[in-house]
């Protein structure tokens, strides 16, 4: 089955800097890579995704690159801000069995902006 | 309008007891998943749904879990005869579409099980 490997596991930057997470996954046929944050007490919320076809995708502070072939992609947040203090995870995502899409995590980095 | 809720959002129950969590999906997604999540661990995946069939339940860890969505919208995850290492967030999320293009889940705030 797909397995993902995230690092850093906890990262602390000061207010106005620049975060990059990074992931790999070992499914060739995985084809989505979403992004997820998640507060404390709350459900995980995606805050950016890209699809096997696309390189790079970018949505205001946050992006995301993804190399196919050595099998890696990365969230980057510029100008970080507290409220950007959360816990993000990677996943992984295959069609497998007929429709089902379910998501492999990394285990998360937790990521501490300081004011 | 409204996301994906869960309920209850705390339970608590002896070692040996049986508890049934629910899940209310965005109306009218077609996929719910239901997710389990350690302390400090991501999510990892229990068991499918697309309408009211279950298509996938490789992920429940033994045959004292057990879901159903009836009716092709809420969902119950039930635990018979809990043990302390059924302790977790059980997260539910739905999605709109059962096939084609993989697209996003959206997740509940989760209901944590604490087993004594």
């Known amino acids: 089955g797909e397995n993902v490997e995230q690092h850093p596991s906890t990262l602390s930057v000061q207010e106005g800097d620049s975060a990059v997470i990074k992931c790999t996954y070992s499914?060739?046929?995985?084809?989505?890579f979403p992004w997820y944050k998640q507060e404390l007490g709350k459900g995980p919320q995606l805050i950016i995704d890209?699809?096997?076809?696309?390189g790079e995708k970018k949505d205001q502070r946050i992006a995301v690159t993804l190399n196919k072939t050595a099998k890696h992609f990365s969230l980057h947040i510029t100008e970080t801000q507290p409220e950007d203090s959360a816990v993000y995870f990677c996943a992984a995502q295959r069609r497998s069995g007929g429709s089902n899409y379910k998501l492999t995590f990394g285990k998360g980095t937790l990521l501490t902006v300081n004011p | 309008g409204a996301g994906v809720s869960q309920s209850p959002r705390y339970k608590v129950a002896k070692r040996g007891q049986d508890v049934a969590l629910r899940c209310d999906p965005i109306s009218g997604h077609v996929s719910l998943f239901w997710y389990q999540q350690a302390l400090g661990q991501g999510p990892e995946f229990l068991t499918y749904?697309?309408?009211?069939?279950?298509?996938?339940k490789s992920g429940l860890p033994s045959d004292r879990f057990f879901a159903e969505r009836p009716e092709g919208s809420v969902s119950t995850l039930k635990i018979q005869r809990t043990q302390q290492e059924d302790s977790a967030v059980y997260l539910c999320a739905s999605s709109p579409y059962g096939g084609g293009t993989p697209n996003e889940q959206f997740f509940g705030p989760g209901t944590r099980l604490t087993v004594l």
């Open positions: 499914d060739s046929a995985s084809n989505y």
């Open positions: 749904f697309q309408n009211e069939a279950q298509l996938d």
């Open positions: 890209i699809r096997s076809n696309v």
